[in-house]
C-alpha cells in the first residue's frame, strides 16, 4: 500500500540558496511517516501498548532540488517487515509531476518505551503491518 501525502514547503524548510535545506528534508519525510501510521491506526495501537519505533538507519538519495512555495507529494511504503524490524521506503515528488526528487529508505525496529529496549514485532501491531507490505 502506497500512502500519499501533500505538503507546502514554507520558508523556514529553504536555505540561502533558495532550495529545501537536506535536513528538512528529513523532517518533511517524517511528517508524511507520521501522517500514515496516523491513518492506518498504528499511532495508537503503539500508544495502547507502550511501544514505539525508531530509526536505526537512513539512506536518503537527492535528485531534483524542491523551492518554496512547491508542493511536494511524499509517497511512503511498507517495503519489508522481519521478526524486530523493518524497512519504510520514502519518494518525494513535485505534485503533478512524475520525476524522483529524493527517494530514502528507513529501517526501523520496535521499542518498549518503559525500557527502551527492542522488542519482536509481534501480535496486534505485525497483523496490521504485514496487511501493509508491499509486494
Given at each position: 500500500m502506497i500512502h500519499r501525502t501533500e505538503l507546502t514547503i514554507r520558508t523556514f524548510h529553504t536555505d540561502a540558496f533558495g532550495h529545501v535545506n537536506n535536513s528538512r528534508?528529513?523532517?518533511l519525510l517524517e511528517e508524511a511517516r507520521w501522517r500514515y501510521a496516523?491513518?492506518?491506526g498504528l499511532v495508537d495501537l503503539l500508544k495502547t501498548e507502550g511501544l514505539g519505533f525508531i530509526i536505526v538507519d537512513m539512506r536518503l538519495r537527492?535528485?531534483?532540488?524542491?523551492?518554496?512555495?512547491?508542493?511536494?507529494?511524499?509517497?511512503?511504503?511498507?517495503e519489508s517487515l522481519g521478526s524486530a524490524s523493518g524497512d519504510v521506503k520514502q519518494w518525494i515528488y513535485?505534485?503533478?509531476?512524475?520525476?524522483v526528487c529524493l527517494k530514502s529508505v528507513f529501517h526501523f525496529?520496535?521499542?518498549d518505551r518503559e525500557t527502551a529496549k527492542s522488542v519482536p514485532i509481534e501480535g496486534a501491531i505485525r497483523e496490521l503491518l504485514l496487511k501493509l507490505v508491499a509486494n
Open positions: 528534508y528529513v523532517e496516523e491513518d492506518i537527492f535528485r531534483v532540488p524542491v523551492f518554496e512555495g512547491e508542493t511536494i507529494r511524499v509517497e511512503t511504503s511498507l513535485k505534485s503533478n509531476e512524475t520525476s525496529i520496535l521499542i
